[in-house]
């Protein structure tokens, strides 16, 4: 099986969702199909929905709290099993932000027989992270809940990050995303010899 499967890493600004779609491009000029995933966008849309779940995700996200970790494996596995064939490469960002996701999905990938996964870690500092969340003035990028995501960041996500860096089969990079979105974007490129 040739495809693909890219899941990228990194603390809240950093660029992913912007790589992710430039690296989606890529893919698809070259002729590939791709599934890609993004968990904070469905978290949005569910918490716009007048449902029990929408209610809850919804009062999570305005009190700037980690969602559930079912919820995430929920939305991920719920896309790639209904839309997954076999032939598509995928691209996953804002997922495993706790050790048990990257279980999960790492279980994922050996069930649908993806070889070597690349995992982008996207590196940026605190300091530069929190000034791109407040520049980017989404309305839960307050103070307080950057603050938050960036402990999170700490506490949660690396454990998920160190898990696939030990992991063997995984292709594991590491990128400066305090560069220019043009020079972040040549990196992964390079790195994934597209």
Known sequence: MNSKAIVFFGRSGCGKGTQAKLLAGVLKSQGKEVIYIETGSKFREL??????????????????????????IWIWTQIITDNFSGTQDMILDG????????????????????????????????EWSYSRMMERKRSD?????????????????????????????YNFVEING?????????????????
């Open 141 to 169: 990028d307050t103070d307080e809940k950057i603050k938050n995501r960036l402990e999170w960041y700490e506490r949660d996500v690396l454990p998920s990050i160190e898990y696939f860096h030990a992991k063997i089969g």
């Open 47 to 72: 918490s716009s929905q007048d449902t029990l779940l929408g209610r809850n995700v919804a009062e999570i996200i305005k009190n700037g709290l980690l969602i559930p970790v079912f919820l995430p």
């Open 95 to 126: 997922v495993c932000r706790r050790k048990e996701e990257a279980v999960a999905l790492d279980s994922t990938f050996d069930f649908y027989k993806i070889e070597k996964p690349s995992i982008i870690l996207m590196n940026v500092s605190k």
């Open 178 to 194: 305090e560069q220019t979105v043009e020079n972040v974007h040549k990196d992964i490129i390079k790195a994934l010899n597209l």
